[in-house]
T-cell receptor, first 114, second 115 residues
Framework: AQSVTQLGSHVSVSEGALVLLRCNYS??????LFWYVQYPNQGLQLLLK??????LVKGINGFEAEFKKSETSFHLTKPSAHMSDAAEYFC????????????FGRGTSLIVHP | ETGVTQSPTHLIKTRGQQVTLRCSSQ?????VSWYQQALGQGPQFIFQ???????GRGNFPPRFSGLQFPNYSSELNVNALELDDSALYLC??????????????FGPGTRLTVL
């Protein structure tokens, strides 16, 4: 079984400030981990993913995330928030073997203040 | 290159009715996955079709069914609609059976309201 917990349904930052969106997972097998972004009235877009190899993963739009196995975490960060980053962000996990059925977190709404 | 498209954009049905949602996958993609996203929730995997066969199913009852056509477009059918079926239904296409290591491309979704 696998599950994803995103801490904080809403995160509010000022433009130019650090963005930190938290994701913790549980999985009985080594996971593949993903972050998606969803803008209003649009589908999800992949920001970045971790499958194997380097644990610090860089994605689009200046986002990055670090896989920390000991903490079962995959937090998303961006050094400097931009107004255009305001959106809903979803963390997702799939098992690395067998069924590839994904489990998504409930999402975190990022609010960026001018 | 055409992205993933879904129709209709919005739909209102009443309890007990049946609904069909449609998805055209991105050019060259042979795998389609369907998700249900209730308000304030993350997407939940319904099922996936690869080369016209169901290939993986989430925790949804049999009244949720699907089809994939030779051109890789897809339909999601829901029978005996319930109020809790009200949600945004997302379609995602990808190349290859093992889709979740690779990138899925999502459509904008169909918003279904059941009254």
């Amino acid at each position: 079984a696998q599950s994803v917990t995103q801490l904080g349904s809403h995160v509010s930052v000022s433009e130019g400030a650090l963005v930190l969106l938290r994701c913790n997972y549980s999985s009985s097998v080594p996971p593949y981990l993903f972050w998606y972004v969803q803008y209003p009235n649009q589908g999800l877009q992949l920001l970045l993913k971790y499958t194997t190899g380097a644990t610090l993963v860089k994605g689009i739009n200046g986002f990055e995330a670090e896989f920390k196995k000991s903490e079962t975490s995959f937090h998303l960060t961006k050094p400097s928030a931009h107004m255009s980053d305001a959106a809903e962000y979803f963390c997702a996990v799939t098992p690395s073997g067998g069924s590839y059925i994904p489990t998504f977190g409930r999402g975190t709404s990022l609010i960026v203040h001018p | 290159e055409t992205g993933v498209t879904q129709s209709p954009t919005h739909l209102i049905k009443t309890r007990g009715q049946q609904v069909t949602l449609r998805c055209s996958s991105q050019s060259g993609h042979n795998t389609v996955s369907w998700y249900q996203q209730a308000l304030g929730q993350g997407p939940q995997f319904i099922f996936q079709y690869y080369r016209e066969e169901e290939n993986g199913r989430g925790n949804f009852p049999p009244r949720f069914s699907g089809l994939q056509f030779p051109n890789y477009s897809s339909e999601l059918n829901v029978n005996a609609l319930e109020l809790d079926d009200s949600a945004l239904y997302l379609c995602a296409s990808s190349l290859g059976q093992v889709t979740l290591q690779g990138e899925q491309f999502f459509g904008p979704g169909t918003r279904l309201t059941v009254l």
